[in-house]
């Protein structure tokens, strides 16, 4: 994921290394109009914000955090884009459990890039919504509306049946990733309520 050129100036901008030796340079200035330093002052600024810039560590964090954000709303606008684009060729039906996988999409993008979320579920999730679904979708499509409604091509199944049905296992499959996540979630809280009643358990708060 390619963070943007736009929010590349907006890290550079608020990041910690340019507020400090920004603030190193006014110091600076205010010396040259006080009359503190004359000569030289220009280089004496600009080697003032070079202090500041080096002497600080890089945001890091933040830096990650931003391209998480925006990963994670690739992939949520990614699933919305698939879902406009799609609703006027599918079958109102498809369109549901579209509506549905998207919706699990949205609440679990979150815990995939804040690492909330097991590597196993995390590549299935990535794999249904960037490969899976937009195959299945792209393969309907292509299909004239009669043909896909009225011709049995395999099982006695028609293909808006056969997608119907490709989709409800996707959305399955989600469901199970949301399920095993949200349980992971509950076990961790399960498991730090018991580490409370243990730490706290002797304790007496009676004076």
């Given at each position: 994921?390619q963070?943007s050129?736009?929010m ?12 400090v030796?920004?603030a ?5 200035l205010?010396?040259?109009f006080?009359g ?14 070079a202090?500041g810039?080096?002497?600080v ?6 830096e ?23 609703r ?12 549905r996988?998207?919706?699990t999409v ?19 999730l990535?794999n249904?919504v960037?490969?899976d679904?937009?195959?299945?979708v792209?393969?309907?499509v ?14 006695g199944?028609?293909?808006?049946e056969?997608?119907v049905?490709?989709l409800?296992?996707?959305n399955?499959q ?10 992971d ?21 009676v004076?």
């Amino acid at each position: 994921m390619q963070v943007s050129f736009k929010m590349k100036v907006l890290l550079f901008l608020y990041g910690s290394k340019n507020l400090v030796g920004c603030a190193l340079a006014l110091a600076g200035l205010a010396m040259f109009f006080a009359g503190v330093i004359d000569d030289w002052w220009l280089p004496i600024v600009a080697g003032l914000y070079a202090v500041g810039w080096l002497a600080v560590p890089a945001d890091r964090e933040l830096e990650v955090q931003v391209r998480n954000e925006a990963t994670q709303a690739d992939l949520v606008e990614g699933m919305a884009v698939l879902v406009k684009d799609s609703r006027a060729k599918l079958p109102r039906e498809a369109v549901e459990r579209l509506e549905r996988i998207q919706s699990t999409v949205v609440e679990l993008a979150p815990k995939l890039f804040d690492g909330g979320m097991a590597m196993d579920y995390a590549i299935s999730l990535i794999n249904a919504v960037t490969r899976d679904l937009p195959e299945t979708v792209r393969n309907y499509v292509h299909l004239p509306t009669a043909f896909a409604n009225l011709h049995v091509i395999q099982g006695g199944k028609t293909c808006k049946e056969l997608l119907v049905e490709q989709l409800d296992l996707l959305n399955s499959q989600l469901a199970k990733i949301a399920e095993n996540v949200y349980k992971d979630d509950a076990d961790a809280l399960v498991v730090n309520g018991k580490f409370l009643q243990e730490k706290f358990h002797s304790l007496s708060f009676v004076g």
